[in-house]
């Protein structure tokens, strides 16, 4: 049996006001040939599908259209939630889909043992069995407790995760005791190493204080959330399958893959790393402005890759006609090779004014929100755990939001 581990698709995502779905098609169409090509009998999804909990109509529809061109490979299909997913968007047909083979967790079931689902061979026999947990939010685990501490409530939703997975892996050695035991899960396990786009995880409910050590002894722990591919503690057996595609500036040097695994007379013999294709070049250029003007222009007729590009300009002194010059050639740089997505300046002798906060050129649609907050936290000089409260019930009131 073949199986492959992917996760935190995010389709709909923009990058900046770029927008990356139809690089998402390109690898939903590559993974589709890579599936036939292989005769991969699984597929794992480890969470989030989408890039928000309300996807636009687009992002769906390349959802659908994968599912429709999977479906008839026999590829079985296991789809669980993240944190950017909304669970009744992805649970919405899975009556229809537990029909053809595609089981979808979208958000933590009553009973934990309905997240376990058996991968069967040719011969219709079990060949593995995968505990499929979504993204776990605090609700899902406890309950608050009036004049309890943060320190009080992060142990117990420790604890609520540990428990969960121990007793799903329990069951499955108790029903399935001789074929592969697969974990899945979307959640921040200490030590992993993040991208600008997963850097503000930390210190935000679950996602920073779930150590590998916690989880049961699975075979494999197929692991979304964090968009770069690693190991975690070293461990073969415990990876995150990271992003298909970059889906910021920071991850323009990562090697995009999907895992395989290959089980074996009833053991896992392999764990493979198969790399996907680069759709598209991420640049991030620092310097001067005319240090920047000269490398923009080397770059205006280089047609190896669609170039994507974020600017950082660096100089000792802000000035009115700096400013100028520098809008009048971002504005009218044109290239059918190279676009400039995001322009900036960081001053030597910079004041921190509100205004600049983000640096000169930064535009309001360009932040997220959680930035926006972070930038107020820092100007009103809040931390510790006065900070980490402000940020769960920001984070929580933003996911009410995006999911009304």
């Keep these: 049996m073949k199986i492959l581990h992917t996760a935190d698709w995010h389709l709909g995502k923009k990058l900046y006001t770029q927008e990356l779905l139809g690089d998402c098609r390109l690898f939903l169409d590559w993974l589709i040939a890579e599936i036939k090509t292989r005769r991969v009998d699984a597929l794992l999804i480890a969470g989030d599908v989408f890039d928000s909990a309300n996807p636009p109509q687009e992002a769906l529809q390349a959802y659908y259209h994968f599912l429709r061109d999977l479906i008839p490979t026999g590829c079985q299909l296991i789809i669980t939630g993240g944190n950017h997913d909304s669970a009744a968007v992805l649970n919405g047909p899975k009556d229809i889909f537990k029909r053809l083979n595609v089981h979808v967790i979208g958000g933590a ?71 592969p035991h697969l974990g899945m ?34 075979d494999y722990l197929a692991l979304g959330h964090i968009h770069r591919p690693q190991r975690i503690g070293q461990q073969a057996h415990v990876r995150y399958a990271g992003s298909p595609i970059p889906l910021s500036f920071s991850e ?13 007379a009833k053991k896992l013999t ?68 190279a676009t400039v997505l995001s322009w900036r300046f960081r001053f030597d002798n910079q004041a921190q004014t509100i205004e600049q906060l983000f640096g000169e050129g930064s535009r309001l649609q360009e932040l997220r929100e959680r930035d926006v907050f972070d930038k107020w936290l820092d100007d009103k000089d809040i931390e510790g755990e006065d900070r980490l409260v402000l940020a769960e019930a920001f984070d929580e009131l933003l996911t009410e939001i995006h999911s009304a």
Excluded at 201 to 217: K, M, N, R, S, Y
């Design 109 to 179: 079931c009553d009973d934990c043992l309905e997240e376990i689902i058996p991968l069967r061979d040719a011969s219709g026999a079990v060949a593995a069995v995968v505990c499929a947990v979504p993204f776990l939010r605090d609700r899902d685990l406890k309950r608050s407790i009036e004049g309890e501490t943060q320190t009080d409530r992060r142990a117990a939703v420790r604890e609520g995760i540990r428990r969960r997975y121990q007793q799903a892996y329990e069951h499955c050695r108790e029903v399935h005791p001789e074929v």
């Design 185 to 218: 899960g979307h959640l921040f396990v200490t030590g992993s190493a993040l991208s600008d786009d997963d850097d503000r995880l930390h210190a935000i409910g679950t996602l920073d204080l779930f150590e590998a050590a916690l989880f049961p002894p699975f």
């Design 252 to 264: 323009h040097a990562d090697g995009k893959m999907v895992i395989e695994l290959v089980i074996e």
């Design 270 to 337: 392999e764990i493979n790393e198969i790399s996907t294709p680069n759709f598209r070049s991420l640049k991030r250029v620092k310097g001067r402005l005319e240090t920047v003007e000269i490398w923009l222009n080397d770059h205006r007729h280089d047609n190896s890759l669609i170039t994507l590009v974020e600017v950082e300009l660096q100089e000792p002194t802000r000035t009115p006609m700096l400013l100028d010059v520098a809008k009048l050639f971002f504005e009218g740089f044109q290239s059918d090779h």
